[in-house]
């Protein structure tokens, strides 16, 4: 199958002395605006870098992106249900959660909660992003992330960023092929909502954060628009260590004190990979719990978490189990239009005939292990030799195998901190954006949240821009 090419939106054959100048202007524009990170390389709390972005946006066909966009109320009512499903999630997990320690410490806190009775008027709030990418020139869902989808504050700004450049290379007349982003705005809103049904003016939002927060620009601004669209409301930072540490309680009422703040929001930035909880006391796992004890509205709650694995996702590909959790016909059609081949790996024979059919053809396949955050998956040969090595081993089953995806290529410039612009074919990832919020009985609101791109260099199997691969980016919407 030869690969799809895409035009750049505009020419990007620039002479040295326009890149230089237009690439040291964008800079400037990113690092003042805050499309920044903190250095890994060069790590200073007291300074910052732009982030890696391309020059100009990524053409992208606007059919695909406008469904993408229709879709997600219905990807947000999906998860919600699932959550609400403890016999769906029980079943679904019930292999994974016997050899994936992390999911069933996940899972272990879940049914304690679930054990010691959650009301039926507990709120949740998701935040969630659903991540595509193009097959020849449809969308095909990569994964949902339900806790800690990052980026909104950023890739709002990026918007603008790349109006910017459009009107610095005379292409002002195009703006309106950059769709409008809110992202930022959703999300906070959201949160503001939630703290509204908790109903207590003193509490204050409660960000779980990590050790060290590289994405700390993102995370800022969601802080900083919280207190503008509503300046009552307080935002308090800590980490899952700090907190299970003494640095939170439950008092009678299961109110979760911390510092003598009432928090009435919980919003997870960290908590989803294994070494968020290295503590040999299990401090984090304890204040995990203690969270999921109290009355606070968590985004997300942990059965939200739990709905966003790896393996949900699978197990909705499988003939039959969609129309599990939505009776209409024409909802199950319009999800599972954008599902790519996803396959069990459980030992037993359907499991072994998707192992041996990756084994046989391995650059076919991602195979992935139930982790979040990027870098886990394994690609091209290397998921025939780990196959083959996990024969007959029970531990297969924490994997689940799903087609490649393969995007159409596109040039651009990418321009990162302290090294030259690279003019590369690159692939992108849409993300879009869903809030919703909800108890057991009843949705409370869903809305669709805005949109993110990434964009990597067509090499690289990841295009994490936090892990170092991505670059921040934004559609062009172009009919196909
Ligand atoms: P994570 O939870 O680590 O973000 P993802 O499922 O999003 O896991 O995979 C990480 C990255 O790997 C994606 O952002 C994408 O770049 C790439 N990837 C994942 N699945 C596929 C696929 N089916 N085809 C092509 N690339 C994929
Ligand atoms: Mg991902």
Redesign the pocket.
């Known amino acids: 199958m030869s690969t799809i090419r895409l035009e750049p939106c505009v020419s990007i054959d620039f002479d040295s002395s326009t890149l230089d100048e237009i690439v040291t202007k964008a800079k400037d524009w990113a690092l003042m605006h805050g499309v920044c990170m903190r250095s890994r390389q060069n790590f200073s709390p007291d300074s910052i870098n732009f982030a890696p972005f391309v020059l100009v946006p990524s053409a992208f066909p606007k059919k695909e992106f406008e469904k993408a966009i229709e879709l997600q109320t219905l990807v947000n009512e999906m998860i919600h249900r699932i959550a609400n499903n403890y016999e769906f999630l029980k079943s679904t997990l019930a292999i994974t959660n016997t050899v994936d320690p992390f999911t069933a410490q996940l899972f272990k806190i879940y049914t304690t909660v679930q054990e010691e009775g959650v009301s039926q008027e507990e709120c949740c709030c998701g935040l969630f992003r659903c991540?595509y990418?193009l097959d020849r020139d449809a969308v095909r869902q990569?994964?949902i992330n339900t806790i800690a989808s990052s980026f909104a504050g950023i890739c709002t700004r990026v918007t603008r960023l790349h109006r910017f450049v459009m009107q610095e290379l005379s292409h002002g007349d195009k703006l309106q092929q950059i769709p409008e982003n809110n992202a930022l705005e959703a999300l906070c809103g959201g949160m503001l909502k939630a703290w509204e049904i908790y109903n207590q003016p003193q509490a204050v939002i409660l960000f779980i954060i990590e050790e060290i927060t590289y994405n700390i620009c993102d995370q800022r601004f969601h802080e900083f628009e919280i207190r503008k669209q509503n300046p009552n409301v307080r935002v308090i930072r800590r980490n899952l260590t700090q907190l299970g540490r003494g640095g939170a309680s439950l008092d009678a009422e299961k109110k979760l004190i911390v510092d003598g703040h009432e928090v009435a929001v919980i919003y997870f930035r960290c908590g989803y990979a294994p070494d968020q909880y290295m503590s040999a006391d299990g401090c984090e796992w304890d204040a995990r719990l203690m969270m999921e004890r109290s009355k606070a509205i968590k985004c997300p709650s942990i059965s939200y978490h739990l709905a966003g694995t790896?393996k949900v996702q699978q197990v909705l590909a499988d003939p039959g189990n969609l129309e599990r959790i939505f009776d209409d016909p024409d909802k199950v059609a319009r999800l599972r239009d954008v599902f790519?081949g996803l396959y069990s790996l459980d030992l037993d024979e359907e499991g072994d005939r998707a192992a041996e059919m990756a084994i046989q053809n391995p650059d076919k396949y991602?195979l992935?292990p139930q982790?979040?955050?990027?870098?886990?998956?394994v690609y091209g040969e290397e998921v025939g030799e780990v196959l083959k090595q996990l024969k007959g081993n029970p531990e297969r089953a924490s994997y689940i195998l799903?087609?490649?995806?393969k995007p159409p290529l596109l040039q651009n410039w990418m321009v990162r901190p302290s090294t030259q612009p690279m003019r590369v074919d690159t692939l992108s990832?849409l993300g879009i954006f869903g809030v919703i919020i909800g108890t057991a009985k009843e949705i409370l609101h869903n809305s669709v949240g805005g949109h993110m791109l990434r964009t990597?260099i067509h090499t690289a199997?990841?295009?994490?821009v936090a892990a170092g691969l991505g670059a921040l980016d934004s559609p062009f919407l172009v009919d196909l």
Do not use: A, L, S, Y
Request: no cysteine; net charge negative.
């Open positions: 991540d990418m990569v994964e790896k790519t991602v992935k982790r979040e955050g990027g870098g886990n998956n799903m087609d490649v995806i990832e990597k199997n990841e295009g994490g």
